[in-house]
């Protein structure tokens, strides 16, 4: 099992910036370690589908965005602390939305919903103009 907790979440101006955090915790995480996961942010808005915003690979080694926010927001992790992050830079009144944590243990990763296991409770992240 693993438990993910986001923050970070708040209300901003357009063209500011949030950094999410999310931190890893649960047996999986104890027994094989968080490198061994692959992790996602997703976002979801109210009554629509929860969808892709950015994946990184177990070392952290790549990364992968949606196109809506490449060039603006970087996911990073670091092992040592069983924590990945989302920077967001640039931010637009249309990226408000909730943001979700995830976690695939097969550590395969990539940009499809059903891949992943483990979601977090979300932190919410309103932009306005």
């Known amino acids: 099992q693993v438990q993910l907790v986001e923050s970070g979440g708040g209300l901003v101006q357009a063209g500011g910036s949030l950094r999410l955090s999310c931190v890893a915790s649960?047996?999986?995480?104890?027994?094989?370690?968080?490198?061994?996961?692959?992790m996602a942010w997703f976002s979801q808005v109210s009554g629509k589908e929860r969808e892709f915003a950015a994946a990184?690979?177990?070392?952290?080694?790549?990364?992968y965005y949606t196109d809506s926010v490449k060039d603006r927001f970087t996911i990073s992790r670091d092992n040592t602390r069983n924590a990945v992050y989302l920077q967001m830079n640039n931010l637009k009144p249309e990226d408000t939305a909730v943001y979700y944590c995830?976690?695939?243990?097969?550590?395969?990763?990539?940009?499809?919903?059903?891949?992943?296991?483990?979601w977090g409770e979300g932190a919410q992240v309103t932009v306005s103009s």
């Open positions: 649960g047996r999986s995480v104890r027994v094989s370690g968080f490198s061994t996961l692959a």
């Open positions: 995830a976690a695939d243990i097969s550590g395969l990763g990539g940009r499809s919903r059903g891949t992943y296991d483990y």
């Open positions: 990184i690979t177990r070392s952290g080694s790549n990364a």
